[in-house]
């Protein structure tokens, strides 16, 4: 039975795509997945979805340091040594990172859609 991909959450859509990397990014490399996730950002934007809005933001907060660099520097910022979002990583480094990135990308997604409580002051706290 073929999945229904239009009927997933982004994070079932995810999982599906992290599962199956070469279905959706030929060579399955991370600069393709990047390429593959900026163009899910901007497309779901242009047709009234979220994309990945705030998940730059989202990274800097948990990596718990800012700099300029963007989403996928932060990525790799996370997962390897700092210095590595310069340099060309290994094929051990990149898978790291690949399966780092869907972790991160699922931790992001499930906070987004996690109901915001509102306190007796009428404060909204996640």
Known sequence: MAADLARMSEREYFAFVAERLGMFVA?????GIEAFLDGYDQHALRHGGPGLTGWREWLVTRRGQECGHGWAAQVRHITLSEGSGQ????????????KVLFELL??????????????SMGDVSP
């Open 27 to 31: 060579g399955s490399r991370l600069a």
């Open 87 to 98: 340099r060309e990583l290994t094929r051990e480094e990149e898978a790291r990172v690949v």
């Open 106 to 119: 699922d931790e992001f997604l499930t906070a987004r859609e996690a109901p915001v409580a509102h306190d």
